[in-house]
């Protein structure tokens, strides 16, 4: 089982980047890195899927270099309601998957 | 196009009574997962179904059972519950696992308490 490791907390401000890191030192050849958000009382929602190098959209980007042992979330120009638990998972053979205790990002204004 | 349903969204239960929990989805996927989220923590696997026909142990099984009713239904049972099973259980369904690459869509949640 691939395990993950992520800040517990971020703080930050409206208007600026935020920058999570997660390691993953045992990912597998195969494994893909996505990342999920979660709000208070709600299931998580994907946000962002990648295998190497860098994969944007409207919502994220996500950084992995070329060793694949680490990976980074991007949120550009956050907003109060990017408030949330980020979690981050790599893919293991039998679906057996991990979210960890995820990192809390608090946007203050 | 609904997504991923789950009933009840709210039970409580004594301990010893039995319940199952339901999910639905409509998206004609493959895979199915069932989650439970203690407060203040992730999400562990308790089981999941990779294709209609077959179920397999998540991180966490004990005190539980799962049946793939058909491709879009996948229930969650509790025979006898137990305190230590209140949480909130969370279904997804996601396309298949094929060659790592998966993204999962997730129900409401139902919120569990055992006394």
Not at chain 1, 15 to 24: A, F, K, L, M, W
Not at chain 1, 96 to 104: D, H, M, P, V
Not at chain 2, 68 to 94: G, H, I
Request: hydrophobic letters at 30%; one cysteine or more.
């Amino acid at each position: 089982l691939a395990k993950t490791t992520q800040p517990i907390s971020m703080d930050s401000y409206e208007g600026q980047e935020v920058n999570i890191t997660c390691s993953h030192n045992n990912i597998a050849t195969n494994d893909y890195i996505t990342w999920y958000q979660q709000f208070p009382s709600q299931g998580p929602r994907f946000i962002i899927q990648g295998y190497k190098t860098k994969v944007t959209n409207e919502v994220a980007s996500l950084f992995i270099p070329a060793d694949r042992k680490s990976s980074t979330l991007s949120l550009p120009r956050v907003s109060l309601s990017d408030t949330a638990v980020y979690y981050c998972l790599v893919g293991d053979v039998g679906y057996k998957l991990s979210f960890g205790a995820g990192t809390t990002v608090t946007v203050r204004a | 196009n609904a997504g991923v349903t789950q009933t009840p969204k709210f039970q409580v239960l004594k301990t010893g009574q039995s319940m199952t929990l339901q999910c639905a989805q409509d998206m004609n996927h493959n895979s199915m997962y069932w989650y439970r989220q203690d407060p203040g923590m992730g999400l562990r696997l308790i089981y999941y179904s990779a294709s209609e026909g077959t179920t397999d142990k998540g991180e966490v099984p004990n005190g539980y059972n799962v049946s793939r009713l058909n491709k879009r239904e996948f229930s969650l049972r509790l025979e006898s519950a137990a305190p230590s099973q209140t949480s909130v259980y969370f279904c997804a369904s996601s396309p298949g696992l094929a060659g790592g690459n998966y993204e999962q869509y997730f129900g409401p949640g139902t919120r569990l308490t055992v006394t």
